[in-house]
């Protein structure tokens, strides 16, 4: 079973969730080989409740993931923290929902929850907690208190953040940090535009139905992390596809998205370790 644990279902957070779009990105999800996928949008993203309410509309929930054309949508979140830094949440969709209206007096930047109070909203309602892209520039997690780093229960292998830093200089930096806090390390396309999908992707031994199974799977090191020889197109044919459909719709790039551009335009296409 292939699964991508980090991605998102809008372009970005000021655009509105397109039943087309989406429809798109579950097509070449499809394409790309993958059985399933957790989506996390980020909790401050506009009409955050009308996202799945639209998705309810669109594909029958069976308790544990939406049943997308025969792939399988798992519900979850991102979830930005004071001290910076993004936290993928993961679960049944009414955990996911009641922990979002539990953070709606965190949505702007000087009110974001602090990373204890996440991880106890987080075990209250039994969410997988993953630390996204834990050395990326802009929003860091290396720098945290190492106590509470222990409580997460995965790693984000971020695909974006190969491509800008180079696969064996990245797993140098994030797969001893993950060892020593006895954490293990997952992949996550963090796809906005579908042509992302397939950058990276989890193989896992055994095919899973609910989230309490996939979490499982991946402590017990049951599955496999697969990079792309592709990823360097996907990532980066993704970042200007991104940046047009944003310009065309009037919208400025984000930080994240400021520095992707300047690190494709001033790199090689040819730049690519994996």
Same mark, same amino acid.
């Given at each position: 079973m292939k699964i991508d644990l980090h991605t998102h279902g809008k372009l970005s957070k000021k655009s509105a969730f397109s039943e087309e779009y989406f429809r798109e990105m579950v097509t070449e999800a499809l394409a790309n080989g993958l059985q399933a996928l957790a989506l996390t949008e980020h909790?401050? *993203?506009?009409?955050?409740?009308? !996202? $799945?309410? *639209?998705?309810?509309? !669109?594909?029958? $929930?069976?308790?544990h993931y939406y049943e997308a054309d025969g792939l399988r949508i798992f519900p979850g979140m991102e979830v930005d923290i004071a001290e910076t830094g993004h936290i993928l949440l993961i679960g049944l969709k009414e955990d996911i929902l009641e922990a979002r209206c539990a953070l709606e007096g965190n949505t702007l930047e000087n009110s974001f929850i602090p990373f204890r109070q996440l991880l106890d909203l987080a075990d209250a309602h039994g969410l997988w907690k993953i630390g996204a892209h834990p050395f990326r520039t802009s929003t860091p997690l290396h720098h945290l208190d190492p106590q509470l780093? *222990?409580?997460?229960? %995965?790693?984000?292998?971020? %695909?974006?953040?190969? $491509? !800008?830093q180079g696969e064996q200089p990245y797993r140098a930096l994030i797969e001893p940090f993950a %060892?020593?806090?006895?954490i293990p390390v997952i992949a996550g396309s963090d796809s906005h535009q579908c042509l992302q $999908?397939?950058? +990276? +992707?989890?193989?896992?031994e055994q095919d899973c139905s609910t989230v309490a199974e996939l979490k499982t799977a991946i402590q017990q090191g049951r599955y496999t992390i697969e990079v792309s020889p592709c990823l360097t197109t996907k990532v980066k044919g993704s970042v200007m596809m991104k940046k047009l459909l944003k310009q065309m719709a009037g919208e400025a790039p984000s930080r994240d998205e400021a520095a992707a551009e300047s690190f494709f335009d001033n790199a090689s296409f040819q730049h690519e370790t994996v």
């Open positions: 909790f401050n *993203t506009s009409n955050f409740f009308g !996202m $799945y309410e *639209t998705l309810d509309r !669109m594909y029958p $929930y069976n308790g780093l *222990t409580r997460l229960d %995965a790693f984000d292998f971020n %695909a974006k953040d190969i $491509y !800008m %060892a020593r806090l006895g $999908y397939g950058s +990276v +992707v989890n193989r896992l």
